[in-house]
């Protein structure tokens, strides 16, 4: 049984579904700009929770939003001189292709706020019927106080709130902490018809319509960046609880951590680096995947030249276990590799526990190799623990061949080195080879070498 930490309990919780369906909403982006590395973490993020359930035997429903209008969109396209709509599709096609070069499967459906008012309007009118929303001048707001639970997810009540925000002076609302559900059109902007007159919907009220419309009132798992949690989560909660009288809305709420930039942020060399496009110009798309997925989904992980790196060396490891040659001796046996892995992913998705089972089994394979052993197994369910991971290995470097030509190469200029009395050179050569999992060993006038 899978547990995972559920933000608006505060507790780790085992995740069932008796059905066999898991119903999963992510939040998506506002396509505005370019998409920075930080929007590719999460969708892989959670893309690794969902292989993890497929690979459990539950199929996943997995709805991700684009919310394609709000007043960035605005201003941006106003800036660029295009139409909302198109600033709209020229990002979102960008980051379908980033996502999918990152090897991200796709959601089961992309929604997107402009494709659903009827929907929208569809809530928020049930919304007014209800007592918990109110129109003044063509504008709709939320009325907090109605709900006796805000502030249940992200754990405030309505004095901290407003005392910590800074919010617009409204004389037409009839609380300072009320949101909007529909704004009317002012001139120039995008806008659709409603009962209250030409508007435009307000950002939280969109995930309510579309988590309810595509998922119904079965929202296994509601999820997105920790910095949702507070307004729009906790947003979502009153809209959508309140409108169908159904609690919780969703049974977990998953919320990864942020992606900072620390030091790096200060380098001018690195440019727009934090775009995904340029990570992805910068680094190959297995190395960032391990890289986030190289700290807990729930910790904050920082962007870091030298540890993105690092993870092209393990993924070159990996590739050389995948491609060892396997003996004819007798099967390695591999299950403990696979219980330590599925231990980690089931204690709220351990990635870094599982990824140390995965470089365990690697070493496995390569004794294996070394010794003679059957290693075809092993190396299959390798690559499927690594699938799971969103780690696509099978396909890497698959027409370079054989590294051996070039480690007996790298092994005969050491030698020559060596014989010229370059010590520091050849021992450079014997570390890098080392970083990647090659064993160098001197025996008499011999050198052999053998994969870690
Ligand atoms: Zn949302």
Request: charged share 25%; net charge negative.
């Amino acid at each position: 049984m899978m547990n995972l930490y559920n933000t608006l309990t505060g507790e780790m919780e085992p995740l069932s579904c008796d059905d066999g369906v898991v119903n999963m909403y992510v939040c998506g982006i506002t396509p505005y700009s370019s998409a920075h590395l930080g929007h590719a973490m999460c969708a892989a993020l959670f893309d690794v929770l969902r292989r993890y359930l497929e690979y459990k035997g539950y199929s996943v429903n997995h709805i991700q939003n684009f919310t394609d209008i709000d007043d960035k969109m605005i201003a941006a396209a106003n800036e660029q001189g295009v139409t909302v709509k198109e600033l709209a599709d020229s990002n979102i096609e960008a980051y379908m292709a980033e996502l999918n070069a990152l090897n991200v499967l796709p959601a089961s459906k992309y929604p997107k706020a402009t494709e659903e008012i009827d929907a929208i309007v569809d809530v928020i009118e049930g919304l007014i019927e209800k007592g918990y929303a109110y129109q003044v001048k063509g504008d709709v707001y939320f009325r907090v106080r109605k709900n006796h639970e805000y502030g249940k997810l992200s754990r405030r009540n309505l004095d901290d709130m407003l005392a910590g925000a800074r919010l617009e002076v409204d004389e037409s609302k009839e609380y300072p902490g009320d949101f909007a559900l529909w704004k009317s059109a002012k001139p120039g902007e995008p806008f659709w018809g409603s009962p209250w007159g030409d508007g435009r919907p307000g950002w939280h009220i969109e995930c309510t319509a579309m988590a309810l419309k595509y998922l119904g009132n079965k929202v296994d798992i509601h999820g997105g960046g920790r910095d949702l949690v507070f307004p729009h989560h906790e947003n979502e909660i009153a809209q959508s609880e309140a409108y169908t009288g159904v609690k919780p809305f969703s049974r977990f709420w998953v919320h990864n951590g942020t992606l900072g930039y620390g030091a790096e942020k200060m380098s001018k060399s690195l440019g727009n680096v934090f775009s995904i496009q340029a990570a992805l110009d910068a680094f190959t798309p297995e190395s960032l995947r391990l890289f986030f997925i190289s700290s807990h989904y729930r910790s904050p992980l920082v962007f870091s030249n030298d540890v993105i790196q690092g993870q092209e060396k393990a993924i070159i490891r990996l590739n050389n276990a995948v491609k060892a040659e396997s003996g004819t001796g007798s099967e390695v046996n591999v299950d403990r590799y696979v219980l330590a892995f599925e231990e980690a992913m089931d204690a709220d998705l351990n990635t870094p526990r599982a990824l140390s089972a995965i470089f365990d089994l690697t070493r496995e394979i390569n004794r294996g190799s070394s010794s003679g052993h059957n290693i075809e197994h092993a190396q299959s369910v390798l690559l499927k623990l690594l699938s799971v991971l969103g780690v696509d290995i099978s396909t890497e470097e698959q027409h370079s061949g054989s590294s051996e030509p070039f480690i007996e190469l790298l092994l005969e200029l050491r030698q020559q080195l060596r014989t010229e009395k370059q010590f520091a050179l050849a021992d450079r050569i014997r570390d890098s080879l080392g970083d990647l999992g090659i064993r160098i060993e001197d025996r008499d006038n011999d050198t052999r070498w053998s994969r870690i």
